[in-house]
């Protein structure tokens, strides 16, 4: 596709359930960033991918969230018996991970409310 | 983590005037810089970066000015209008590009 596309667009669910966000990131791009941004705020780190392997996980705030990338292209997020501090605005972004750029290509994002 | 910080907020100027947004940055190793425009509704868009090498860097109406010695990052808009309304981020890494860490934003209003 011509950008990163993420799905769904909006997401509400119920207190305890799990949930998995989407991202297909531009094709070729090495590199797959998720960030959680709350509103009116910057985007928080969460995890990151080259190729296939998460590269850092640190911004993962519990083992409640995981993610994966395992053919190096699409990735999934996934919020395990979600609570209401989870609701937020959840973003992808794609980087080709040249040494001449560390710009970023963000998705849309997937709202999620958790009720 | 490390913190990456705006000083104003929100920001209204005239339409044609100059706009200036800073930010402020707590890691002394981070080298590599990038100013994001965000509209409503979405994604932030790159906008201009900046090595740790240089300390002036100019794009199409766009400067960006770093101070190493004072951790201080400045992103001009020249002529600004009504389309540059958005809220802007500055982010920084070290030079791996792995993780970067993002300001919390200033919103700027262009009053035509």
């Known amino acids: 596709g011509a950008g990163v596309s993420q799905s769904p667009r909006y997401k509400v669910t119920k207190r305890g359930q799990d949930v998995a966000l989407r991202c297909d990131p531009i094709?070729?791009?090495?590199?797959l960033y998720w960030y959680r941004q709350a509103l009116g705020q910057g985007p928080e780190f969460l995890t990151y991918?080259?190729?296939?392997?998460?590269?850092?996980k640190s911004g993962l705030p519990n083992d409640r969230f995981s993610a994966e990338r395992p053919e190096g292209s699409i990735s999934t997020l996934t919020i395990q018996r979600t609570e209401q501090r989870d609701s937020a605005m959840y973003r992808c972004?794609?980087?080709?991970?040249?040494?001449?750029?560390?710009?970023?290509?963000f998705g849309e994002g997937s709202r999620l409310t958790v009720l | 983590g490390e913190s990456v910080g705006l000083h104003l907020p929100t920001l209204s100027v005239q339409e044609g005037d100059n706009s200036i947004i800073n930010c402020a940055y707590s890691n002394s190793a981070s080298d590599y810089f990038i100013w994001y425009k965000q509209e409503s509704g979405k994604g932030p868009q790159f906008i201009i970066d900046i090595r740790s090498n240089m300390d002036k860097r100019q794009g199409q109406r766009v400067t960006v000015l770093l101070n190493k010695t004072v951790k201080h990052l400045s992103l001009q808009i020249a002529a600004t209008q009504p389309g540059d309304s958005a809220v802007y981020f500055c982010?920084?890494?070290?030079?791996?590009?792995?993780?970067?860490?993002f300001g919390s934003g200033t919103k700027l209003n262009v009053k035509p």
């Open positions: 991918f080259n190729y296939e392997a998460q590269q850092d």
């Open positions: 094709s070729g791009h090495v590199s």
């Open positions: 972004a794609s980087s080709l991970n040249r040494r001449n750029t560390g710009e970023l290509f």
């Open positions: 982010a920084e890494t070290e030079y791996n590009f792995n993780k970067f860490y």
